[in-house]
């Protein structure tokens, strides 16, 4: 472990339109805009697996750009625009999913954000739990301060 300050600077975020996922991505902006870094947020569309994972896929397309162009408008009233980028992304498992492109972006750190529910524990949470085991870099979780 380097006893220096942490260098934060590519994130990847998961976004789905919540109030949470906007923290989140409103953290990671923060984050990277530190040390000049670029913030990926990604819309993962899963397929079921009785489908290909090519399938046309048009109302959860179209659910994806407008959460895309949210985040994009949300990193604009951040200043921070221009090092965002939005993908959207089909996949069998959003866990997976944001983990493959945390590997390919080689990026620091990926921030989830997550809803307060009190009777809900993130430790038991199948997607939580693989994104923590599998991450090949520090995993930021923010959660929501209301529910």
Do not use: W
């Not at 409103?26 to 947020?41: D, E, H, I, P, S």
């Not at 990604?42 to 109302?59: F, N, Q």
């Amino acid at each position: 472990m380097s006893s220096g300050p942490i260098q934060i600077r590519d994130i990847v975020v998961p976004v789905n339109g919540t109030a949470s996922s906007q923290e989140a991505l409103a953290l990671a902006c923060f984050l990277a805009k530190k040390n000049k870094g670029r913030v990926y947020a990604v819309y993962v569309i899963e397929v079921a697996r009785t489908m290909p994972l090519d399938a046309e896929m048009t109302a959860e397309a179209q659910r994806g750009e407008q959460v895309l162009a949210e985040a994009e408008r949300l990193a604009e009233d951040l200043d921070y625009r221009e090092s965002v980028f939005g993908e959207l992304l089909q996949a069998r498992d959003t866990a997976h999913a944001v983990v493959d492109e945390a590997v390919e972006r080689g990026v620091s750190a990926i921030v989830l954000g997550v809803s307060y529910n009190r009777d809900q524990s993130l430790v038991q949470d199948p997607d939580m739990q693989y994104v923590l085991k599998n991450a090949p870099c520090q995993v930021i979780i923010s959660r929501s301060a209301s529910g």
